[in-house]
């Protein structure tokens, strides 16, 4: 995958003279610099640019005219830019919000869609759907986390091309029930041609699996995290044949811890085959 973005600069030096009027109809052609306004702007960089307003010497109406990479808009271009490009990396319209806060600019999930929105008139055919376009796997990694999020845990579902370990996505989930997580994973799975959902062994994503119609295999990862957990928790059970069963089918003590670490050493060394996801 290769994007080729380029993100418009805001320039509040950069005010071009009108060559004509801005009313539709008019074609007056000289005018009067009547006043300089401070508009407040959303920016990486700037709070606030002046603006020109202008006084049509033919219709007498006046208007504005707006520095570089500015617009009527509240926001600055490139910011408007940068969420549009964090959107069609994989980013929701939510999780997009959240990484311009991050960057100090507060714009909500709904102006995000309106940016989105916006930038797919001026450029037919843009949609998030051609940045998958090329990626197509037969297997599809997705794992939950959480990050604190002005003191609330916030849940997060990645979804991972297992093969190449490139991320597909990264969204802010609602909750953590298979209604929800099928409805994330779902077009996703779909978009890639996903035969496979590789996840942990959380019973959600069994259900989902079922429902999308994939095949579910745990991952690897969790596979062996599991088996050292329950080994950790049976070989103090087995030196000592707890509850007499090792005896009742007449292996000892000794031969039942060897055979917990040969398990051990066999889910390893099948694990360290291939590059953990
Ligand atoms: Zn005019």
Same mark, same amino acid.
Not at 69 to 75: I, V
Not at 162 to 167: D, K, R, V
């Given at each position: 995958m290769r994007l080729r973005i380029v993100l418009s600069k805001v320039n509040p030096q950069a005010i071009s003279v009108p060559? &004509?009027?801005?009313?539709?109809?008019?074609?007056?052609?000289k005018f009067h610099l009547r006043q300089e306004v401070r508009k407040p702007l959303r920016d990486t960089v700037y709070q606030e640019v002046q603006v020109h307003r202008y006084q049509c010497l033919r219709c007498q109406r006046t208007f504005r005219v707006y520095p570089?990479?500015?617009? &009527?808009?509240?926001?600055?271009q490139r910011v408007k830019g940068l969420a549009v490009m964090l959107y069609l990396l994989g980013l929701s319209y939510g999780a997009v919000s959240l990484a311009l806060d991050g960057l100090g600019i507060s714009l909500c999930k709904s102006r995000v869609y309106d940016a989105v929105q916006e930038a797919s008139k001026r450029v037919?055919?843009?949609? &998030?759907e051609q940045v998958f376009a090329g990626v197509k796997t037969p297997a599809l990694g997705a794992d939950l986390t959480s990050v604190t999020c002005k003191g609330v845990s916030l849940p997060l579902g990645i979804t991972v091309d297992?093969?190449?370990?490139?991320?597909l996505t990264i969204d802010a989930l609602t909750a953590e029930d298979s209604q929800t997580l099928k409805d994330w994973i779902e077009p996703i799975a779909k978009s890639v041609g996903a035969q496979v959902l590789v996840t942990d062994d959380a019973d959600g994503f069994k259900t989902v699996a079922d429902e999308v119609g994939v095949q579910h295999q745990v991952c690897k990862a969790h596979v062996l995290r599991n088996t050292e957990d329950l080994l950790d928790k049976y070989q103090p059970l087995v030196a000592c044949d707890a509850d007499g069963s090792l005896k009742a089918i007449g292996v000892s003590p000794q031969q039942a811890a060897a055979d917990l670490t040969r398990l051990g050493e066999l889910v390893k060394s099948a694990n360290g085959s291939r590059p953990r996801n």
């Open positions: 060559t &004509r009027c801005a009313y539709a109809g008019c074609g007056g052609k570089e990479g500015t617009t &009527r808009a509240q926001t600055s037919p055919g843009l949609k &998030r297992p093969i190449s370990g490139l991320a």
